[in-house]
Each structure stands twice: as C-alpha cells, then as structure tokens.
Nanobody, 123 residues
Framework: QVPLVESGGGLVKAGGSLTLSCAVS????????MGWFRQAPGKEREFVAT????????SYAKSVKGRFTISRDNTENTLYLQMNSLKPEDTAVYYC????????????????WGQGTQVTVSS
C-alpha cells in the first residue's frame, strides 16, 4: 500500500492563495503518477489536476486552469497544489491520489487515496 497524507487546508478569503501538500510514505513515490481531486458538499468527486512520475506532464480541470499549479518533489516524496485566486466554488475536501503506471492522466488508474483536507473559501 501507499499511505498518503494531505495537509495545508484551511479557511481563506476569496482571491487568496493556499498551498496543499501530500506526503507519501514508501520508496516508490518517484515512479507514481499523482493527482488532486476534490469533493464539494452535495457534489460528486471531481478531477482537479494530475502530474506524471517525472513532473514533466500535467493536466488541469478547466475550472482551475490558470489558477492552480500542481507540482512534485520526488526527493521529499511530496505532492503540492498551489491554489491562487481562490473562489467560493473551490470550497471542497481535497484529496491526493497515486497511480502506479506513472502516467498520471488516466484517472481510472488511481488506486491509492489520502484522507482529504478541507479547503473553505469565503466570499
């Protein structure tokens, strides 16, 4: 198994910024694709961003493109999501996830999930 632990969530005002982190245990982090997903109250879980094993390929949901940046530090075994220009619509529980192929963009391959961290954006 691949334990994932998200952190960095909190309450911010609209227009503000927040950085989420996901610490990954184990020795195989560098070989995994990684992603961020979120689930808002009363809504289904949705894709936010993915990054491949090397960090050279990323993808973003249309709703966050240009505002959010996904990155990874394979030395620290940590995934990041830098969120800028936050909107109330970004309020959700954010989850990090890992998939073993390393490609990242294939959402069906995400088999490992963190516990989630709450992000609340006030208007």
């Amino acid at each position: 198994q691949v334990p994932l632990v998200e952190s960095g969530g909190g309450l911010v005002k609209a227009g503000g910024s927040l950085t989420l982190s996901c610490a990954v245990s184990g020795r195989t982090f560098s070989g995994y694709g990684m992603g961020w997903f979120r689930q808002a109250p009363g809504k289904e879980r949705e894709f936010v961003a993915t990054i491949n094993w090397s960090g050279g390929r990323t993808s973003y949901a249309k709703s966050v493109k240009g505002r959010f940046t996904i990155s990874r530090d394979n030395t620290e075994n940590t995934l990041y999501l830098q969120m800028n220009s936050l909107k109330p619509e970004d309020t959700a529980v954010y989850y990090c996830a890992a998939e073993p192929t390393g490609w990242g963009m294939l959402h069906s391959k995400y088999d490992y999930w963190g516990q989630g961290t709450q992000v609340t954006v006030s208007s």
